[in-house]
């Protein structure tokens, strides 16, 4: 039950770095902390675990129960990670929310760290490799994510804002790959009976 193996963790961590992208959503982050000042890294950290978490157990589960086969979702959450990718790319804005006090929660725990991607991704890899391994994958990326929320700040200054918008658009046309990636996986099981 309890299989700890280092090449499982090391290839479900980096599957789960490249669909969180952490370190293309700096220019975000830096956005959101300009709009809205303070972000809490531990806050963001621990609420994005818990979500992925709880949804690598039930989260098949819990779309059974409303009726959404996974491939519907991971259709859907191509299209979220298609406009994000947009957005990025083309330096617009497509998703207006609603002014809040705290961007720590939504967007960045949910879903800038935890979205649809994310939980497509940890389905897939529930259905290949150990739960123990993946558990501590996603509590190294959680570490990871928490350090560079903490020092986002630093990064801007390092980076400068020439430096963050190549990052953005780099990583703009990766989101979008693994967007189309992830459309082109799961549309045709929408049309198999």
């Known amino acids: 039950m309890f299989e700890i193996d280092f090449r499982e963790i090391l290839t479900v961590g980096m599957v789960l770095f490249a669909v969180i992208d952490i370190v293309g959503s700096i220019p975000i982050i830096v956005d959101l902390r300009t709009k809205h000042g303070h972000i809490e890294s531990e806050k963001a950290s621990i609420v994005a675990g818990i979500i992925m978490i709880v949804f690598l157990f039930i989260g098949e589960e819990f779309l059974k129960i409303i009726g959404i086969d996974v491939h519907s979702f991971a259709v859907a959450g191509s299209f979220v990670l298609f406009f994000i990718a947009l957005e990025m790319i083309l330096g617009i804005r497509i998703y207006r929310d609603e002014e809040s006090s705290s961007a720590s929660i939504v967007p960045i725990a949910f879903p800038l760290i935890a979205g649809a991607?994310?939980?497509?991704?940890?389905?897939?890899?529930?259905?290949?490799?150990?739960?123990?391994?993946?558990?501590?994958?996603?509590?190294?990326?959680?570490?990871?994510?928490?350090?560079?929320?903490?020092?986002?700040?630093?990064?801007?200054?390092?980076?400068?804002?020439?430096?963050?918008?190549?990052?953005?658009?780099?990583?703009?046309?990766?989101?979008?790959?693994?967007?189309?990636?992830?459309?082109a996986a799961n549309v045709k099981g929408l049309f198999v009976l």
């Open 117 to 183: 991607g994310t939980m497509t991704t940890l389905l897939s890899l529930r259905s290949e490799f150990h739960t123990v391994n993946i558990l501590i994958a996603i509590i190294l990326n959680l570490i990871l994510v928490y350090i560079v929320l903490k020092l986002s700040s630093r990064l801007e200054k390092m980076l400068g804002k020439n430096g963050l918008g190549v990052i953005r658009k780099a990583f703009g046309v990766v989101l979008l790959a693994i967007a189309v990636k992830l459309f």
